[in-house]
């Protein structure tokens, strides 16, 4: 079944230890995005994608790094965590048009404590 | 500065009774309209999504619609149940750039009680 997938779902991890949260997509997707989601607030877009080897930084300025080395992985690094990327991050693809075919994951919920 | 505002903030609905969230939009050039369900710590679920030339649209129990002109659209739910108990999100997408940029409401959370 066509879907998308991120790991872990729940993540408590000490300050300044290096993270990478994994999302994959089985729908074939070129463009893939990560956003951020604190309670109660609008996303957020942080990095996205066009294509393999493509990555752009989104409206929110944010610390952490993404790769494209492969069109179904979609990885986010943060080098060293902080208290203060503790928040929801949610992983999303769609097809060229960006029709019908936007798909969240089922997001990382991340504490830095 | 394109923006998208959702109205009410939150909403406490009995079991088995309609509700209607707003969304009001600045988003220009305008490509489509969609609603999104999200559950508590989950990812969004698309509903409904409506281009310019669609002024409704159903799923089921919820129904949105949509006016261009006055950039407004509205998600009605009929027969409330437990499980709609969420929050539901506006999301406007522009054709100005090859990204489709989306922009994103901040949601109306909706408790369905028994």
């Known amino acids: 079944e066509a879907d998308i997938y991120q790991t872990p779902r729940y993540l408590v991890i000490g300050t300044g230890k290096k993270i990478t949260l994994e999302c994959s997509q089985t729908?074939?997707?070129?463009?893939m995005y990560w956003y951020q989601q604190d309670p109660g607030m609008e996303l957020h877009l942080i990095h996205y994608?066009?294509?393999?080897?493509?990555?752009e930084k989104g409206d929110l300025s944010s610390e952490s790094t993404v790769s494209r080395i492969r069109t179904e992985h979609f990885p986010l690094t943060l080098e060293s965590a902080r208290p203060s990327h503790t928040s929801q991050y949610l992983c999303?693809?769609?097809?060229?048009?960006?029709?019908?075919?936007?798909?969240f994951g089922s997001g990382t919920r991340l504490t830095v404590v | 500065k394109n923006q998208v505002e959702q109205s009410p903030q939150s909403l406490i609905i009995l079991e088995g009774k309609n509700c209607t969230l707003q969304?009001?939009?600045?988003?220009?050039?305008?490509?489509?309209l969609r609603w999104y369900k999200q559950d508590t710590g989950r990812g969004p679920v698309s509903l409904t999504i409506?281009?310019?030339?669609?002024n409704t649209k159903s799923n089921g129990r919820y129904t949105a619609t949509l006016d261009a002109d006055t950039k407004q659209s509205s998600l009605h739910i009929t027969a409330s149940q437990l499980s709609d108990s969420a929050s539901y999100i506006c999301?406007?997408?522009?054709?100005?750039?090859?990204?489709?940029?989306?922009?994103f409401g901040r949601g109306t959370q909706l408790t369905v009680w028994p």
């Open positions: 999303a693809s769609s097809d060229l048009n960006e029709g019908y075919g936007y798909t």
């Open positions: 969304c009001n939009y600045t988003v220009s050039p305008f490509s489509n």
């Open positions: 994608s066009y294509g393999v080897n493509s990555t």
């Open positions: 999301v406007v997408s522009d054709r100005g750039s090859t990204l489709g940029r989306l922009y």
């Open positions: 729908m074939g997707h070129d463009k």
């Open positions: 409506m281009t310019f030339s669609e």
